[in-house]
C-alpha cells in the first residue's frame, strides 16, 4: 500500500513507519466450520450490572448539580482523548510522537477510560486494521452489529485473533515505558482514574452526594464513552459512505464522529491508518485533532503525518465510491 505522506509539523524518521496496521491482503479464513462460540459468564454479568448502573446514573441525572454535570463531561472528554489521542493515534498508528509529559498525561486519562490496558488495546486495533472483518478481526464487523459493539468482550477470541495477533511487530510498545508502567499498575490506576477521582471531586468540592457522584460521573459517563467507542467497531463499520474506498467495510459516519471526537471519519481512517488527523478535514468536528495541533503548538507533540492532498484525491478518484467532497 502506498505511504506516500508528508509531515505537517515535521521530519520522518523510519522508525516511525509502523506497518503492521496496513490491511495484509494475504490472509485467507480457514476452510471448515467455525470454533464454538463461548461465553464469557462473568463478562456477561458485569457489563450488564454496568449498563443497568448506567440506565440508573441517568435517573439521578435530575439531582445532580450543574458543576456535577459538567465534571462528567469533562471526565468524559479526557477519558475520550486518552482512547482517541493516546491509544488510537499515537500508540495504535504511530501517526504523531509525543514528548513524555503528554504520554504521561494521556496514560492517565487512558486509564480514566478503562477500555483494556494501552498495550493490548493497541495490538488488538493492529490486528483489527491488518485482518479487518475476518476471523483475525477481534471485532470483525461481518459477524453483525452486536458481535462488532459489544458481543466480542463476552466470548473468547477466536484462535486467529491470538495467532495472527501473536506476530504483530510490538517492539515499539514493549520499548515506551509509560506503556509498559501503565500496563503493570493497570488495575490499580483505573480504580483511582476510573472511578475513585470522577466520583471524589464533585462530593469533596462541591457536596454533592456519593450517591449520585458514583452513578453520573463514574458509571454512566464510563458506559457512555465505552458505547461512543463501540460504536466505531459496529455503526462505522456498517453505515454510511465510501469516498475513499468502496472496497471495504469502513465508512465516514456523521453520529460517530460526533460522539467519538473525530474518531468516525473510519473509512478516511482505514485507508489512511497513519494520518493523524483521521480525516482531510482538520479541526472539523474533531476534538481530537485539535488537542493535538494544540499540543504541537505548545512543544509537546511533533511528526504529525499526513496523507497529502493529491494522495487523498488520486486514492478517492480510483477507489472511491463517488460521493468524496473535498469541503
Ligand atoms: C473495551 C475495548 O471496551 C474497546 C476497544 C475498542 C476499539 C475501538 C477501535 C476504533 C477506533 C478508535 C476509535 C476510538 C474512539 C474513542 C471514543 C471515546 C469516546 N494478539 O484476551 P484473552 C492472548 S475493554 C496476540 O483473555 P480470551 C493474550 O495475551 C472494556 N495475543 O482472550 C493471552 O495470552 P496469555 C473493559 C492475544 O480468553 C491470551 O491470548 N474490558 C491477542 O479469548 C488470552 O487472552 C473488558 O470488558 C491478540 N490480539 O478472552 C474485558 N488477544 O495467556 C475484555 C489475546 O499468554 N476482555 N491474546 O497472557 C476480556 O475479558 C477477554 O479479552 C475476552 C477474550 C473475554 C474478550
Ligand atoms: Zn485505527
Ligand atoms: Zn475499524
Redesign the pocket.
Known amino acids: 500500500m502506498n505511504r506516500e505522506t508528508h509531515l505537517r509539523h515535521g521530519a520522518a524518521t523510519p522508525e516511525s513507519q509502523i506497518r503492521d496496521d496496513d490491511f495484509d491482503v494475504t490472509y485467507e479464513e480457514k476452510a471448515g466450520p467455525k470454533p464454538p462460540v463461548r461465553l464469557?459468564w462473568?463478562?456477561l454479568i458485569?457489563?450488564g450490572l454496568l449498563h443497568a448502573g448506567a440506565a440508573y446514573g441517568v435517573s439521578l441525572l435530575p439531582s445532580a448539580s450543574r458543576y456535577t454535570l459538567v465534571w462528567s463531561a469533562f471526565c468524559?472528554i479526557v477519558?475520550?482523548l486518552g482512547?482517541?489521542a493516546g491509544?488510537?493515534r499515537l500508540w495504535?498508528h504511530r501517526s504523531y510522537k509525543a514528548s513524555l509529559p503528554l504520554r504521561i498525561f494521556l496514560a492517565i486519562a487512558n486509564s480514566m477510560?478503562?477500555?483494556?490496558d494501552i498495550y493490548?488495546?493497541a495490538?488488538?486495533?493492529r490486528?483489527?486494521h491488518k485482518f479487518s472483518e475476518t476471523d483475525a478481526d477481534?471485532?470483525n464487523a461481518s459477524r453483525g452489529f452486536f458481535f462488532a459493539h459489544i458481543g466480542?468482550?463476552?466470548?473468547?477470541?477466536h484462535p486467529d485473533?491470538?495467532e495472527?495477533?501473536?506476530k504483530?511487530d510490538l517492539a515499539d510498545l514493549k520499548a515506551d515505558k509509560v506503556v509498559m508502567l501503565q500496563r503493570r499498575f493497570y488495575k490499580p490506576s483505573v480504580l483511582l482514574m476510573c472511578f475513585f477521582t470522577p466520583m471524589f471531586v464533585p462530593w469533596y468540592f462541591w457536596g454533592e452526594s456519593v450517591w449520585v457522584s458514583y452513578f453520573v460521573p463514574a458509571l454512566l459517563r464510563y458506559t457512555?464513552?465505552?458505547n461512543?467507542?463501540?460504536l466505531?467497531?459496529s455503526a462505522a463499520h456498517i453505515w454510511g459512505n465510501r469516498p475513499y474506498d468502496s472496497n471495504i467495510n469502513p465508512r465516514e459516519n456523521k453520529f460517530v464522529t460526533f460522539?467519538?471526537?473525530g474518531?468516525g471519519f473510519?473509512n478516511y481512517?482505514h485507508t489512511f491508518p497513519y494520518d493523524y488527523s483521521t480525516s482531510e478535514f482538520g479541526w472539523k468536528m474533531n476534538l481530537t485533532t485539535c488537542f493535538i495541533d494544540f499540543m504541537h503548538f505548545v512543544g509537546l507533540a511533533t511528526d504529525c503525518r499526513k496523507a497529502s492532498r493529491e494522495v487523498v484525491m488520486a486514492r478517492a478518484k480510483r477507489t472511491g465510491d463517488g460521493s468524496h467532497r473535498s469541503g
Open positions: 464469557v462473568r463478562n458485569l457489563m468524559f477519558s475520550a482512547v482517541t491509544a488510537h495504535s477510560a478503562f477500555q483494556n493490548e488495546w495490538r488488538d486495533h490486528v483489527h477481534p471485532h466480542w468482550l463476552l466470548v473468547r477470541k485473533v491470538i495472527k495477533g501473536s504483530l457512555l464513552a465505552l461512543a467507542t463501540w466505531v467497531n460522539s467519538a471526537i474518531e473510519h481512517h
